[in-house]
Structure formats: structure tokens, C-alpha cells
């Protein structure tokens, strides 16, 4: 429960390194495809990727030129198993350069993902941590980024009876900048 509050306190730290800036805030929104990759291995009984995909919606504030705020709402489906779903949101810091100018741009991402697991005969909720970097190229009115996060995987392994499993998520982005 306490390495959930850590992404909380990072956003109100930002939020306030944010506020001292003589930078104005500026916002972003877009769509994105975005897929997730599991690596699960059942005790006694091997191991196999689950690959889902699917698009997701992103609003972010860059606060500065540095610091970014951004939050999505995704929905993916499992490549081959149509009828196990993932639909959640993340909440997100990101940290970096070249938020708000135009030409490349680099980051590192923390956030918290928060997300319903359906399966025709039921839903299990996972939430933890996520660690991740991207790259991108911010045009006068839109940006392009690349990203990808490692997430902590703990509750997946507890609801889904799982001894070891790793999930890894990939984004390429397209937002409009105002």
C-alpha cells in the first residue's frame, strides 16, 4: 500500500516544481496504439506470453520544459484469445527534456496503472507501479513519441495464481499541442 502513495507524492513534488517555473504550462491530447506483453510462468506448469493490443487516449500538462504530467485511458484485447480484455488507466510523471520546444524530446516515466482483467466468466482488478522511458519529436502543433514501461507485476501474480510473471507495455503516440 505504501508504494502506492510514491507516484502521489512524486505528481504533488512535480506539481510544485511546476508552479515555481517561468515556464507556462502548456497541454497535450492524442491517441495511441498501445500494446501489453506478459511473460507467465505457472508453477509446475512452464511458461507462456499473453500479447494484448489495442489504442489508448492521453492528456498530459507540461508544466516546464522538464517536467510533464499525463494521464491515459486504455482498452487492449489479447492478439489470439479475443475474449480476455485489459482496460485501465495510468497516471504518470514524466522527466526529462523538450517538453515544450519544438525538435527531439527524451524522458523517463513513473506512474501507477490501475486496470480491470475481463474474461468472459469474470473481472479481477490489478493496479501497481510502472517504470519506463521514451523518445519523441514535438512538430508547432502536434508531437510524435515512442515509450515503453516495465510494470510491477505483484498483483497479477496474486490474483492470477502465477509464481513469476513480467509485464511490459509499448506506446507510439500521436498528440495535438496547445
Known amino acids: 500500500m505504501k508504494l502506492k502513495k510514491i507516484p502521489l507524492l512524486l505528481c504533488l513534488s512535480a506539481l ?10 502548456s497541454f497535450s491530447v492524442g491517441i495511441s496504439s498501445f500494446a501489453v506483453s ?7 506448469f512452464g511458461s507462456g506470453e499473453i500479447n494484448y493490443s489495442g489504442f489508448q487516449l492521453l492528456g498530459a500538462m507540461s508544466l516546464n520544459d522538464n517536467v510533464q504530467a499525463q494521464v491515459a ?3 487492449v484485447t489479447e ?11 495510468t497516471i504518470r510523471m514524466n522527466f526529462g527534456k523538450g517538453f515544450q520546444k519544438e525538435g527531439f ?13 475481463k474474461v468472459p466468466s469474470a473481472s479481477e482488478g490489478a493496479s501497481g507501479l510502472e517504470f519506463g522511458a521514451a523518445i519523441g519529436y ?6 510524435v513519441d515512442y515509450g515503453f514501461t516495465r510494470r510491477n507485476s505483484s498483483d497479477y501474480e496474486e490474483k492470477l495464481g502465477l509464481s ?6 509499448g506506446t507510439l503516440s500521436l498528440t495535438v499541442n496547445f
Open 138 to 143: 514535438n512538430f508547432e502543433a502536434v508531437s
Open 164 to 169: 513469476d510473471m513480467t509485464t511490459d507495455t
Open 105 to 117: 524530446k527524451a524522458y523517463g516515466t513513473i506512474g501507477f496503472f490501475n486496470e480491470k482483467i
Open 79 to 89: 492478439d489470439e484469445i479475443g475474449d480476455l480484455k485489459l482496460s485501465g488507466n
Open 38 to 44: 506478459q511473460d507467465a510462468t505457472l508453477a509446475g
Open 73 to 75: 485511458f486504455y482498452s
Open 16 to 25: 510544485s516544481l511546476g508552479a515555481n517555473a517561468q515556464d507556462k504550462p
